[in-house]
């Protein structure tokens, strides 16, 4: 029964979680549970302690797999506070029977917002002017003079293509679901175009697919791209070989690479180079989005645990 109270532990892996206006915490305390605050890196010796006894998990970005899940005995739920399940083993927390949801949608328009920040800040040479240096007149662009490139066509994909539109520039896309050549899906401006089409067409070149186990740009990617390119990463750090991308950048085919998803640490081949504009990965985050990612991750952890279907389970791997 809904009213039921629950027993039992949830562990929260995420630092944001309850930090906005909402309170999903309160969701979870109220209908019983304990709430326990753990580390957000998945460290398993870390974690041992607040799993033992777990029966549901809002968990951040880090690992989940065997190390972790054999400390958690008692789990049957893990709430991806997010989207991305790419650090998850969707088949090991099958096997155990551990429901897995995620929080699809919600960050969507607060991504969005961010990708068209960094396409002006570059644009517009804005680290420059916040420096107090005066941006050559000539290096400042207008995104409505662009032809932006958007690389996956999802919810956040289509938010910026809205975006980039509104602003007047021409918009085209590429994504596997996408018949090359056809316009755009839901009335949305613009054109599908293959990889390499899309790459050497594009002024500004946009980032939105999942994780593909390789770096999409690539050096033979990025040999084709138009010069001066401003290129855009709030997906996955995974997308671009950092190397290459150093290349690209030395000889002027890249003109910024402005990157909120990064492993820009020291010893990267981007580190410190001119035309390099990183953020530490808050794309998703705002008030709106984290109230929304928080309740919808409580929501759907307490459904399991009443024996409801959650509103956004996550299948396991095939």
């Known amino acids: 029964m809904a009213g039921d109270r629950l027993v039992g532990r949830a562990v929260v892996t995420t630092r944001s979680f309850g ?17 326990v605050r753990a580390d957000p890196s998945h460290d ?16 951040g970005v880090g690992p989940i797999g065997p190390a972790q899940l054999d400390h958690a005995p008692d789990l049957r739920v893990v709430a991806r506070y997010g989207v991305g399940v790419d650090a998850v083993d969707r088949a090991e927390l099958a096997r155990r029977g551990v429901v897995l949801t995620n929080t699809p949608g919600v960050n969507a328009e607060t991504v969005a917002d961010f990708t068209l920040l960094l396409m002006l800040a570059a644009l517009r040479q804005l680290p420059l002017s916040l420096a ?10 207008e995104l409505g003079a662009m032809t932006v490139g958007i690389v996956g066509l999802g919810r956040i994909g289509r938010a910026v293509a809205r975006r980039a539109a509104a602003f007047g520039a021409a918009v085209i896309a590429h994504d596997p679901m996408l018949t090359v050549g056809a316009p755009l899906p839901d009335d949305l401006p613009g054109a599908a175009a293959g990889l390499e089409d899309l790459v050497g067409r594009s002024d500004v070149l946009t980032l939105h697919a999942p994780a593909l186990g390789r770096p999409l740009l690539d050096a033979a990617v990025l040999a084709r791209v138009r010069p001066g390119l401003v290129l855009v990463n709030a997906a996955r750090a995974e997308l671009i070989d950092d190397a290459a991308l150093a ?10 690479a402005a990157l909120d998803a990064h492993g820009v640490t020291a010893g990267s081949p981007l ?28 929501t759907d952890a307490l459904r399991v645990l009443r024996g409801e279907a959650p509103q956004h389970p996550v299948p396991p791997d095939a």
Do not use: F, Y
Not at 19 to 35: H, I, M, N, W
Not at 49 to 57: K, Q, S, T, Y
């Open 19 to 35: 930090s906005g206006d909402a309170d999903p915490e309160g969701l979870l305390t109220a209908a019983g549970l304990e709430v």
């Open 271 to 298: 580190e410190g180079l001119p035309g390099v504009l990183l953020t530490p990965h808050v794309a998703g985050q705002s008030r709106e989005s984290v109230d929304r990612m928080g309740i919808t991750a409580a």
């Open 132 to 141: 107090g240096t005066m941006p050559p007149p000539l290096a400042s662009r």
């Open 247 to 256: 290349a690209a950048l030395a000889d002027g085919r890249v003109a910024v």
């Open 44 to 59: 398993p010796a870390s974690l041992e302690a607040a799993l033992a006894g777990a029966v549901a998990w809002i968990a």
